[in-house]
């Protein structure tokens, strides 16, 4: 149901215990690189008073610290989860709600920087007005909001509707002990379709008017017009993979009455992709792609050479 349930059986107790550690490798290998990776992002960020004062460096920095704050805390669920560790339902529910708040970052601020691109580019006169420091960051304070309240909502409603003893039981911590009751289950399914069909239209109309800008913009604008509409088009795919997690337990699920074997490799591959390597591609879109941010960042593993 969500990016942080992936983890659910990702390590599962099964006879072939190499397999399993090997997986555990990998998920490691993964996980720390790229917060090796977003962490240096973030110290050229902090570096440099100029991406410090610019809007969409703002939310860079902001996705790449909620990349980080979700690696950390599903790797935390993937270890108790290797090691058997099962902790009262009570506990599991507040890292559940804690990492269902941060998956929703990531969407939701690609999508503030698609805006923030499309008023760049058909807006540019406006830009410096509309895309200020005290408005991204009021823009972040949204994002977080926006995050809470469905987390907060699944949270009361399975307080309300769960028996006491319920919360004293031990379990794995995934998402799905917080939706308890069928009902709950559906409608989480339901704003999480609504969710994606209201981002995919923001996302469409940006491009569009980017698309338009290109067409008639002069020969320097229409350069900046198609770098917008090539960072959208990442922007397009980083959401898909986040948002493609909607749809995977529907997947895994099917393929897990056919096969034990078959389901830890879909699972395998579906947190390797979706869970990490989607939150791989804000350091490649603005990291790498982007001149200054670049330059700043081989000065500084260069040791300011």
Known sequence: MDQNSSSKDLILIDSDHNAKSMRMTIVQVFVWFFICVDMLMLFTFFSKQAFRSDARYILFAHTLMADCLLLLLTDLVVLLGYFTVLLPVGRCIVLCILMGIVVKNTPYTITAMCLERYVAICMPLRHASISTTGRTMAAIAVIWACSSVRAFMDLIIVTVTAPPEYFDRPASCHYEIVLVARWHN???????????????????????????????????????????????????????????DLWVPFIAAAVKEQSISLFLHVRFINFIIITIISRALSPLIYGLRDKTFCLALKYYLSCKA
């Open 186 to 244: 559906l409608m989480y399914a339901i704003l999480n379709q609504m969710e994606f069909g209201i981002i995919v239209i923001i996302v469409l109309f940006c491009y569009t008017k980017i698309m338009l800008a290109a067409r008639s913009a002069s020969s320097e604008s229409k350069e900046s017009a198609s770098k917008g509409r090539r960072t959208l088009l990442f922007h397009s795919l980083q959401l898909i993979l986040c948002m493609a």
